[in-house]
């Protein structure tokens, strides 16, 4: 059977997978569907990869035009929203054809074969549920745009939202497949009982729970939420089924207004740097630019017992300021630092909980993504962000070092020998072009040629030219996949924004976003009070929510509250962004953190220990920063 994962919380499934080729005794229905499976496959990786493709063309010609033919082109926003839905839905098929939607494993590995699989089962059953309820709300909610007119295009709006139904009714069918090829039919059977019965059960129960009012938040968010997580559930569609089930069985609110948050949630022009950033990311490695920069702080700190982990710290902290996007930060520096670090003696476990840590670290290194969206909805100077996330970041990173530094005391890695300095500067010239690229994006952005969603495509022609010139190196034959690849890590973060939203609504509309803040904006000891609540509910907001949703919901709540406190914008985006940070890469909810392992290929158990002492130091940052404000201000 092909299950969502098997080995690691997030696992990429390539088409030529053993799991997807058929069996000696293969039944013929499931030869057929493996064939209606890999026509699938073929149609949505290459629309997936045109997308891609498109978006890239398209922002960097308007860029091109605005900036040195002082020509703008105003249709280049209606056509990249178009364009970026139907990214967002064909990169969520991609993603669930290739099983590598993020999930949680935890409880999952550590159940015997036949409970395993069944978990497996029910990880693809439930997300099935979901897709089914939001079918018809998905071409409901399309049709309803058909008389709408994009403005500047002057066609329809069904053109865009139709991407929602058609990216349900193929996420559905993939589901089906998926189900239909399974070998054991009696667990597949057993499954969908299961989920049917939990599900009657809650229905039967309706006249109850809406007489329960605020208390089926603890049942659907916490209860429900939690139960779907821990038994292996895409986190994306966790969020769906549990804001599904609330919607539905508590409240009159029909489901179309989930399909209608998650619409809005995936729309956000902000978030097309998601893609953007994360295929720059690729071709830094296509590119070997990612490389030579590693190479350079490794002939600079190589030679220290537990070097590699500066260099690791110090590559993060560059690539952040590139990439934009932790997954693709990650997948950046993991390859090329990794096999090397493991070679030297590195235990998994502690590079695992390392690299987990600096994405946390990182998280304030510009182009944030999360710095981007907190400038667009809590009305700050972007700019200023960029400015004052630094220093917050640079300051987190020192104290990882100098746990890296106590922990490699009594390390069995090997040491290697100093390089001599003419191989340094040797390797420096080597990384100029490469070191330069965060300046550039930098400076795009600061002196307005491009917005920080544009400013990517800068990078993506500059990785190009320089990968291709300079280095050369660029295989491209590789650059398809890449663009594929993006597409599916693309639609998994997407998809998780898109529930997260309907999710977010649903908390706002009950009432709690509101109690939260109106409790936060009455909280005793002043400023002071106040800051060290929001790190501890920004820490919890982080591991449930993830970044970005969390500040659309959170953040037009609480920055208020914190101006009245006489708290500095940049501040507290600071302290928000960070702590958000440690809940989004801490186990055993962190979605990163998951995320570090696929990335790692290293089995999530094994930094479960080590992570503490590293996640500690960034808590030590934390409190620095909250407590010192010239480190967020001190550029302004």
Partial sequence: MKTMVPDHVVEAVSDGDASLQPTPDESGHRTFLRAIDRTVGHLVDAVGGLLVLAEIVVLLVGVVSRYYF???????????????????????????????HMRMTALVDKAGPSLRAFLDTLGI???????????????????????????????????????????????LLATMIQLGIATNGRRVVLAAV??????????????????????????FF??????????????????????????ALSTTVQPIVVVSRMDEGMSNFILL???????????????????????????????????????????????SGISGSKAADMAA????????????????????ALIAATGAQTETVPPSIVLITIGSVCSVSIAALFTGGLLPSFVCGLLLAATAW?????????????????????????????????????????????????????????????????????????????????????????????????????????????????????????????????IIAFTILGSVLEGIPAIVVFGPLLFPIARQFGINDVHYSMIAVLSMGIGLFAPP???GYYSACAICRIHPSAGMKPIAAYMGAVAVGVMLVAAIPWLSTSFL
């Fill in 589 to 591: 909810f962190g979605v």
């Fill in 406 to 534: 106590w922990r490699a005391r009594k390390s069995a890695a090997a040491e290697s020998a100093r390089a001599k300095w003419s191989t340094v500067g040797r390797a420096f010239l080597l990384a100029v072009p490469a070191l330069a690229l965060p300046f550039v994006i930098r400076s795009a952005v600061i002196e307005g040629i491009a917005t920080a969603t544009e400013v990517s495509t800068i990078g993506i022609a500059y990785c190009l030219i320089v990968g291709a010139l300079l280095y050369r190196q660029l295989p491209l034959q590789r650059l398809w996949p890449a663009l594929v690849d993006t597409a599916a890590l693309s639609g998994t973060i997407l998809l998780i924004i898109g529930t997260a939203s309907g999710m977010a609504w649903s908390l706002t509309q009950s009432g709690f976003s509101t109690q939260l803040a109106t409790a936060m904006s009455h909280i005793s000891g002043g400023s002071a009070g106040f800051i060290v609540v929001s």
């Fill in 333 to 352: 520096v993991a390859p090329v630092l990794i096999p090397e670090m493991r070679a030297r003696g590195s235990k998994d476990g502690e590079m695992l």
């Fill in 194 to 219: 299961t989920v049917a019965v939990i599900a009657g059960g809650l229905y039967a129960l309706q006249p109850f729970l809406l007489e329960l009012g605020s208390w089926n938040l603890v049942i």
């Fill in 125 to 171: 059953v439930v997300p099935g549920l979901f897709l089914l309820i939001i079918m018809w709300p998905a071409f409901e909610f399309a049709q309803g745009e058909l008389d709408i007119q994009m403005p500047t295009l002057g066609i329809s709006n069904v053109w865009r939202a139709s991407a929602l139904p058609v990216g349900v009714g193929l996420m």
């Fill in 222 to 247: 916490v209860a429900v939420l939690m139960g779907v997580v821990f038994m292996g559930v895409p986190i994306a569609f966790s969020f769906g089924i549990a804001t599904i089930g609330y919607l």
């Fill in 273 to 319: 740097a998601v893609p953007m950033f994360v295929f720059l990311g690729a071709l830094l490695e296509l590119t070997s630019m990612a490389k030579v920069m590693v190479r350079f702080l490794a002939s600079l700190l190589g030679h220290f017992r537990g070097g590699l982990d500066y260099v690791l710290i110090g590559a993060m902290y560059l690539v």
């Fill in 70 to 100: 002082h020509s703008p082109l105003v249709w280049t926003d209606e056509v990249s929203s178009t364009l970026f839905l139907w990214l967002a839905m064909v990169g969520s098929v991609i993603a669930l054809r290739r099983t590598s």
